[in-house]
């Protein structure tokens, strides 16, 4: 690989990990139950408020949607924001057990997006890479990371609208052009050596071995996560004109000691945290930092 992350096809090296977890529902399902200590770090949600013109008319896209101007949020103060809610029915994250799911529309008319899923989103991932570095220095690290959406171009699509009155024709034999392009470009913007291991089927499962998702193996020195522009040499799905649709790691831990690391972070593309294991002393630390907001967990807790 070209970039800062090269390619591990000896899964054999991240098999302690699939033999750790437990089974499926807690936070050890996620994160190998052999730490001191364990911390939730929240993904953060997006406040999205109206944009204004000069006159204080709002704003409105080409197509006469309303703009929004957007910053993160803190789960703490989505939770003075919106009050309480009606909780009731199927939930599946932890933000959808405390506000529900779905985008929350507040009286004013702004509005609260739910934070950002699949993986640690890439400048929480740089803040916690800093507090690591800071406890335990720099190490070689592996990364798993979901062969899934982003990586995978089979069952990719993308949609096409076209005038009225095009013939069906037409609208086939366009999109058919526009759907091939779409999945060269999507191909050209993963490193051959992770399609190469995906195709041979170089993956590790989490977590279990044909009872959850392949996740390629790839090595890097933990200092590489720092930068959030690892993302754009990592040939992991980064594109200039769709700068958010490329993997992050779901899991990173420090290869040596073998099979009993310092500390283990790891998410899930269905989870909206990540979960941390390490030392009482790195979770103090996790838990006090002022650009981290967190919880204090135990690996039998369960994950929502």
Known sequence: M??????ERDVEVARWVQE??????????????????????LHPATLETPALRADGTGETDAWGSVRYDAREITWAEAGRLLGDRDLSGDRYTVWESRFGDGDAELADGRRILPPHGLDTPVPL?????????????????????????????????VFTAF??????????????RLQAQHRAEQVAAVDPEVLAAMQ?????????????????????QLGVFADPAWVETAGLGWRADRPLGYRAPNAIWP???????????ATDLDLDVTLIGGSA?????????PAIEAERIRPTDPVL
Request: proline share 7%.
């Open 125 to 157: 991932l740089a803040t916690l890479t800093e507090l690591l570095l800071e406890c335990h220095g720099d190490a070689e690290v592996l990364a798993a990371v979901w062969a899934g959406s982003g990586l995978d171009p089979r069952g990719s699509s």
């Open 20 to 41: 750790s977890l437990a089974d499926f529902g807690s936070v050890a399902a996620h994160v190998p139950p052999i730490f001191d200590a364990y911390a939730r770090v």
């Open 2 to 7: 070209a970039g800062p992350l090269r390619v």
């Open 281 to 289: 002393q790195l979770v103090d630390r996790v838990l006090d930092h």
């Open 255 to 265: 290869v040596e000691p073998h099979a009993a690391p310092a500390w283990f972070i």
């Open 200 to 220: 041979a089927q170089h993956v590790l499962g989490l977590p279990a071995e044909q009872q959850g998702r392949g996740h390629v193996l790839l090595r890097a």
């Open 163 to 176: 005038p009225e009155g095009t013939s069906w024709w037409v609208r086939r034999r366009e999109s058919r």
